[in-house]
Every structure is written in C-alpha cells, then in structure tokens.
C-alpha cells in the first residue's frame, strides 16, 4: 500500500507534536531536579509549539463529516486551547516571578481561574449533551 504525501506529513506532524511534549517533559524533570538553570519561558517553549502544531493540524485538516443528528461541536472543544494556554502564561509568570525575584507576581487563585472555567465549561457542556440524548 502506497503512502500519500498527506499521510507522510500527517505523521510527521503527530511524531513532531509527541517529540515536543516528551521535550517539555524532560526540560521539566531537569528544571525540578536543579540539572539546568533555564527560565521557566524556555521550559515552557516546547509546550507552547506543541499547541501551535495541533492547531496547524486541527485547521488544516480536512473538517470530519457531523452526524445528521448532530448540528453543534462541544462547546469545550472550541475553548480548551485558548483557557490551557491562559493557565500555561500565568504559571509561567508566577514561577518566574518566585524563583528570579522570591515574590509573587500573580496570585494563584487567578493563575488556575482558566483552569476552573475550562473544567465549569466541559461540566456544563456534558450536561447539555447529556440532555441532548434523552428522549
């Protein structure tokens, strides 16, 4: 079976998404174990092209066909990247601010409140779907 260039390139795009998290994760495992001395923004960087990778692939993609019984995505599909990457800014300013300068830059109740909104969105949203599918 032959391999289409798009195949090829859809694999190269997962196999490069993979590398990057497996790359945040040992420049995290360093970082916490005192190995390097990196700013928590390089630290980071791996994590931040990986959310640039997936959504290359999420809008380059060809859209799958929606269930004729089906008119609306999760609405936590749509919000996930943007509340993740929201999380992932204020975390990293409040370990860059305690670990360079000793005092707290953004408290942490507002570094997780993107977190609790994703999780209040995903809990709503299972619920309508929940209720979609009763009769």
């Not at 798009?6 to 694999?11: C, K, N, P």
């Not at 993979?18 to 945040?24: D, E, I, Q, Y």
Request: proline share 6%.
């Amino acid at each position: 079976m032959m391999m289409s260039w798009m195949r090829i390139g859809t694999s190269f795009q997962a196999f490069g998404a993979h590398s990057l998290l497996l790359g945040f994760s040992i420049l995290l495992l360093f970082k916490l174990d005192h190995t390097v001395n990196y700013s928590w923004w390089i630290i980071f960087l791996p994590l931040w092209l990986f959310h640039a990778v997936v959504a290359r692939g999420r809008f380059s993609l060809p859209a799958p066909s929606v269930p004729h019984d089906r008119h609306w995505a999760p609405c936590h599909a749509v919000v996930a990247a943007p509340l993740l990457i929201a999380f992932e800014l204020l975390l990293c300013i409040y370990l860059e601010s305690t670990y360079v300068t000793g005092s707290v830059a953004v408290n942490l109740k507002v570094v997780f409140l993107p977190l609790l909104a994703f999780e209040a969105t995903i809990l709503v949203d299972n619920f309508r779907m929940c209720k979609a599918l009763l009769p």
